[in-house]
């Protein structure tokens, strides 16, 4: 009998193993407004396993594709992602997290309630029926556009012309925005450009490639520039990018 159950234990043992084999180490950070968020509790909910956040909001947890991570922290909402393939592709998941707010009960009146609070009410209303108020010299305010002798018609138009622009503007940014974990990297576009590229015209050295791709995203750039018609702009972007990402390498030495 003892021999069944130490096999079984064997048995098992065995199947965990080999299915921790098929994870990889996914590395992360969570970040709330653009600030990186220390001790939130990273559980990978398919196997039970997990960590937290590091000083620098970063993480590292065994993962595989349709894993469910769980992120909670006592001040911040709980999120719950799916591991995709391109999530480990990118071997880099940015989790921005909301604040919790706490909601305070709602308040219960009940017709009677209701009617002593009115009857109240009327009562403080009464007692400054003939108070006489000073004026308020703070409530007027003066139009100084309108005391304008060369106002145009014209300057209406624009402005009105350029708020709209404005409105819609703000529209279509907030229509093309996704969260940060379905956002493009830059590991998407890594096979368009070749080591030289990075050494040579960026002075990255080849080992550091990866890091400062890492680095790049975590600048939260517009997605706007990973488009064909705007890489010059994303060329831009990695040049004024890896001057400050070296002078980090050279504080860590």
Known sequence: MKQKLLL???LISTIVIAQDTERKILRGKVIYRNVNVVGVNVVNNTTSKGTATNAKGEYEILAKEGDI???SSVQYTIREITITNKVLKNNR???EVKEKIEELDAAVISPENKEKFLDFQEEQIAKYKDYQFADDR???VHNEALDQANFQGANILGLVGMLLNTIIGEGKKREVEKPIHLRT???DIRDRYKNEFFTKNL???EEKIAAFLY???DQLPSEDIFT???EFLMIDFMVKNSKTFLESLKTKE
């Open 228 to 230: 064909k018609k705007n």
């Open 93 to 95: 998941l940015v989790v």
């Open 185 to 187: 990297s830059f590991n």
């Open 215 to 217: 680095y790049c995203d």
């Open 138 to 140: 703070y409530s007027k």
């Open 203 to 205: 002075n990255i050295p």
């Open 8 to 10: 079984i234990c064997l």
């Open 69 to 71: 991570l769980i992120f």
